[in-house]
Structures are given as structure tokens and as C-alpha cells.
């Protein structure tokens, strides 16, 4: 990667979106959330399962923050129950979707999601939430912890990366997919506060989100209103529907974040648009749940204390101890079942696809792989050597393009830029495709242009 300015944040990591919503839906292990909570009442406690982890976490470590995780536990029981597609068994599936958590203080919430889905992420890592050395430290890191997709805590920072990612899906669907083969074909999904909203680089990579048009993001704000500060209207009055809307996205709004059903249909909508990313602005409540912390700061960035934790369990009807989940709760949430099926879908479509396409196909894994290709060495030593027996005297950034003009040709999947200074910077070469929204993004893409 090779990025200036606030770009310098975006990480993409590659691949995919679901599979055809009719095949999605055959392969569910579950029924749905509003399909459960039109016929039972108590649907509320697979939500409940994340609030009650998260406080219960927080409170054991002494530290850490329960309000986003329990305001957002709605949101995110919908999405990895009823849309998420992934596989808790092979956390490496090139085309599962991508999820960043990047108000990445809030982290009880995806270790519940990960512990509950079935991923390597045992009940005792939870136990040791903020612990030294084990599995979920206060913020997520990515390659710590088994399907955490970038770190993330420095608000802002993950819906970058998250907009990195689908600029990765773009452009590997335009260089791998072919008509009847829709190898690469994911989305990435980001959930996001006020914090993120706040912070400048949001604004730099959603504008660059909504120009590029990438359809397969979404993103969901965590509209309640509250920083560690208190209320935020004192120092955050941005119309942000309208913000979004100006840089080119699609933006749902007033959606309550606590009605499953609501949410739900506000996905379906996001899917379907596929010519910009789309926000889902949900109205939640911080800390829900808790009787006396609910909707206030008190409960952002601090345990609640035994004694609300307590009066949060009868306020939601949790009868259970701590860290105690029942089987029949575990039992629809486990996604190993399900997230197998999907990739054993995946896997049968690629088979055929490399037997169609199978130059694309050894290309496709290779990158996959993180391999480089097999020339690279030689080529790469014999320009090193020419530069040795030739020194020069130039500009550093003449050098940095004399290395993009040899390496570029070697690696096709390399992608860099310049915020809107390539002819100074140097950092275009002669193999240079810009991405964007046209013809451009279906060429074999090599390095960005000074419009990324």
C-alpha cells in the first residue's frame, strides 16, 4: 500500500459478499429475528445474551466500556443472525463478509458475537476481558483475535478500513468475476458512533466512498447522542443524514435500533442499493437495559457496579449468573453449521470457476495466499542490482516512482495514491488505472491514480 493523508488509514484486506439471497436463506440454520419475535416474546434474549457478556466483562475487568455494546445489540444480533455470511470454522474464507467494529471501545460487543457464533474465542478469554495476554484485549487487534478483521479504537480509523475493504471487493470482482461467475461477491459491513463521525478522516473516506460508488458497504451509525463527555449537542451538531447524502450515499433514517423488524428492513433497502454505500442511522439507547445508567455517560466508558448489574438483569429478565449463556441461546446463535454450508457453496462455484478460468483462478489464490509471484525474486534482485552498479543522485520521490515503475508490472494487486498530488508526489507510473465508478475499475488495476 502506498497512501497519502488520511488515506493512509484505508487497509484493504480482499474479497466477497453473499451469495444470492435465495441461497442464503436455504442454508440458514436459524430462523429469522422478526420471524422469532413475532412467535416468541423472549426473542429479546439472544440480544440480551451480547448485553449481558459485555457488562458482566467490563465489570470483572474493572474497566471498559458497556454502553455501545448494549445499545448496539439489537443492530448486531440482526445482522450476524439474519445477513452476516461467515464462517466461525475457517475465519480466512475469501469471500465472507467483512465486519468492523469501529467504535472499537465498545470490543465486549464483538467478542460476543464471536464467542457466541462459535468462533475460537472460549468463554475464559471473556472472563479475561483488558487481561494481559489474552484474546480480547480493550480495543480489537486484528491477527490477535480469530475474526477480528482490522483493530480498530482510534475513532475513525475502522470505517476507513472499512472502505478499504470494499474498495479490495471492487476491484478484485472486476478483475476475477466473469459472466456466470461471480467469485468475489461480499459485503462489508461497519458499525460506527458519534466519535467516528466526529473525527476528520470520516469525512475524507466517505467522501471518497460515496465518489467510488461502492455499493457493498454499509454502514450503521449508533445515533444515541452520548460521548464520554455527556449529551453531545454541545460540540456535535452536524445534520449528518444530510452530510452523507451530499458525499453520494444512501442514508435510512430514523431507524429504531432496538426493533428488530425495523432493522431488518432497513438492511433489505441497503442491499439492494448497489450503486452507493449506504448509512443506516439508528436511534439507540446507550447502556440499554440499565435502569438508572441507560441514556447517560455514566454508563460509555465505566462498569455499571454490582448493583445496577443486578438491576439491569431484572430489568431485561435475565435470570442468569454471570457469564452464563443457556444452551437453547447458544443453540441459535451457532453459525458454524450454517457458515460451513455457505463456504462449501463458495467452494463448488470456484471449482468451476478455475476449471472454466484456471489462469484466473491460480492468479485468485495466489493473492489469497499472500504469495508473491514466481518471478518476483529474480526480477526483483536483478533491479536492485542495476540500482547498485548506477547510483544516482535524485529526489527521494523520483526513487520511490523508479521502484513503483519496476515493481508495479510484478504485482498486479498493488493499489496506492496521492490525495490529489500524484504529479508531485511521483506516485503514478506508466501501468497507472485510476478507480472509479467507470469503465476504469473493469481493467486490470494495478496502481490508483491521483484520484484515490
Not at 480489537?140 to 480498530?152: F, K, L, S
Not at 444452551?327 to 455457505?342: F, L, N, R, T, V
Not at 535524485?394 to 520511490?400: E, F, G, N, Q, W
Not at 515503475?405 to 493499489?415: H, N, R, S, T, V
Amino acid at each position: 500500500m502506498y497512501m497519502a493523508r488520511g488515506l493512509g488509514y484505508i487497509v484493504g484486506t480482499f474479497f466477497r459478499r453473499s451469495p444470492k439471497r435465495a441461497v442464503v436463506k436455504s442454508l440458514r440454520a436459524w430462523p429469522s429475528s422478526s420471524d422469532l419475535e413475532s412467535k416468541c416474546p423472549h426473542v429479546k434474549s439472544f440480544a440480551n445474551a451480547i448485553r449481558a457478556l459485555s457488562m458482566d466483562a467490563v465489570q470483572k475487568a474493572k474497566s471498559g466500556h458497556p454502553g455501545a455494546p448494549m445499545g448496539m445489540a439489537d443492530i448486531a444480533e440482526v445482522l450476524w443472525r439474519d445477513f452476516l455470511n461467515h464462517n466461525p470454522q475457517n475465519p480466512s474464507w475469501a469471500d465472507r463478509d467483512r465486519f468492523v467494529l469501529s467504535n472499537g471501545h465498545g470490543s465486549m460487543l464483538i467478542y460476543s458475537l464471536l464467542h457466541l457464533t462459535g468462533y475460537d474465542l472460549p468463554m475464559s478469554e471473556l472472563q479475561n476481558f483488558r487481561q494481559l495476554h489474552s484474546k480480547t484485549p480493550g480495543h480489537p487487534e486484528v491477527g490477535y483475535t480469530a475474526g477480528v478483521e482490522t483493530t480498530t479504537g482510534p475513532l475513525g480509523q475502522g470505517i476507513a478500513n472499512a472502505v478499504g475493504m470494499a474498495i479490495a471487493e471492487k476491484t478484485l470482482a472486476a478483475q476475477f468475476n466473469r459472466p456466470g461467475h461471480d467469485i468475489v461477491d461480499h459485503f462489508t459491513y461497519a458499525f460506527m458512533g458519534d466519535g467516528c463521525m466526529m473525527e476528520g478522516i470520516s469525512h475524507e473516506v466517505c467522501s471518497l466512498a460515496g465518489t467510488l460508488k461502492l455499493g457493498k458497504l454499509i454502514a450503521f451509525y449508533d445515533d444515541n447522542g452520548i460521548s464520554i463527555d455527556g449529551h453531545v449537542e454541545g460540540w456535535f451538531t452536524d445534520d449528518t443524514a444530510k452530510r452523507f447524502e451530499a458525499y453520494g450515499w444512501h442514508v435510512v433514517r430514523g431507524i429504531d435500533g432496538h426493533d428488530a423488524e425495523a432493522i431488518k428492513r432497513a438492511v433489505e433497502e441497503a442491499r439492494a442499493v448497489t450503486d452507493k454505500p449506504s448509512l443506516l442511522m439508528c436511534k439507540t439507547i446507550i447502556g440499554f437495559g440499565s435502569p438508572n445508567k441507560a441514556g447517560t455517560h455514566d454508563s460509555h466508558g465505566a462498569p455499571l457496579g454490582d448493583a445496577e448489574i443486578a438491576l439491569t438483569r431484572e430489568q431485561l429478565g435475565w435470570k442468569y449468573a454471570p457469564f452464563e449463556i443457556p444452551s437453547e441461546i447458544y443453540a441459535q446463535w451457532d453459525a458454524k453449521e450454517a457458515g460451513q454450508a455457505k463456504e462449501a457453496a463458495w467452494n463448488e462455484k470456484f471449482a468451476a470457476y478455475a476449471k472454466a478460468f484456471p489462469q484466473e483462478a491460480a492468479e485468485f489464490t495466489r493473492r489469497m495466499k499472500g504469495e508473491m509471484p514466481s518471478d518476483f525474486d529474480a526480477k526483483a534482485n536483478e533491479f536492485i542490482a542495476k540500482l547498485q552498479a548506477n547510483p544516482a543522485k535524485i529526489a527521494s520521490r523520483k526513487a520511490s516512482q523508479n521502484a513503483i515503475e519496476a515493481f508495479g508490472p510484478l504485482l498486479p494487486e498493488f493499489l496506492g495514491g496521492s490525495a490529489d498530488l500524484a504529479p508531485s508526489n511521483l506516485t503514478l507510473w506508466s501501468g497507472s488505472k485510476a478507480i472509479n465508478e467507470d469503465a476504469a475499475v473493469t481493467t486490470s488495476i494495478t496502481a490508483c491514480a491521483s484520484s484515490v
